[in-house]
């Protein structure tokens, strides 16, 4: 695309962000999320000709049985008092979410697996979901769609095979890609997208290839270009999930002051005057380790028990020389790690906001 139209598109942008306050932007729930939709898509079809319809099962509902989508037509076929205004009970939704919409999950962990499993009982049919990483071990307590066996392949594939086998008619598309592997055309088929992401710099990715698809006619943005992104992420007993509609609401590069900062202490305290046991260990990985290098030229390895037991002992013995009590091996791991426990329930929670 040519750099002076996306500069242009950009700065239109955060034009509409800046007045943000003087809009009332509510797509934050299903229904209206969906009659968006519904009226994006009709929009698309006069528009576009429709030789490339996606229909999953050739129009007709393979595997349906009486009642399948009951709980869904509560939702989709009456209004209810937190409706949206402009939202249209109507049979054609439930059609709509079953043969034609196409949503993409990004992340296949902790939400990503939640995400799957509500989206395929829900009536979402075609579903893709990209992820780059492989299953760790560690991962099966709240990652439930993997079992030991799984442990090294690809967490995309896994999670798409569990679901292909457990829902009848739903048909998930795996990638073991990085969502940086794909272009504007790929991004361009889905009519939702949906993050379930750990990273900051992923989603600022995503948010910014969705914000390059969006077109203006005049001036005036064109909403069948638009792809709502629904975004979430947890930390720990913390977890936030929101809908961005590109163009139209704050996007996430408008918004970055929300996320939590990533925690680093000042090298003076660390070197100095330490006060936590926090910082003891952080003396012990970023000075005393490539000072002494008790490993001769290796890496600290977080993963190696040796390298944790190294920089515990002499976390202790700084520690020690401060009275600061409170260093244990399983922090320090922690540090060294940067982890942050993952809860399966914040999980759990997050994946259901992200759905209404
Ligand atoms: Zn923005």
Known sequence: MPRSRKSQWTKKHHFIAVNLSQFDVNVACFDSLFFFLSSREKKRRRIEDLTEKMAVDGGHMEGDWDGRWNHVKKFLERPGPFTHPDFEPSTESLQFLLETCKILVIGAGGLGCELLKNLALSGFRLIHVVDMDTIDVSNLNRQFLFRPKDVGRPKAEVAADFINNRIPGCKVVPHFKKIQDFDESFYRQFHIIVCGLDSIIARRWMNGMLISLLSYEDGVLDPSSIIPLIDGGTEGFKGNARVILPGMTACIDCTL?????????????IASMPRLPEHCI????ILQWPKEKPFGETCLDGDNPEHIQWVFDRSQERAAEFNITGVTYRLTQGVVKRIIPAVASTNAVIAVHIFL
Do not use: G, K, S, V
Not at 257 to 269: A, G, H, K, S
Not at 282 to 285: L, T
């Open 257 to 269: 002051e929300l996320y939590p900062p990533q925690i680093n202490f000042p090298m003076c305290t």
């Open 282 to 285: 952080e003396y012990a990985r």
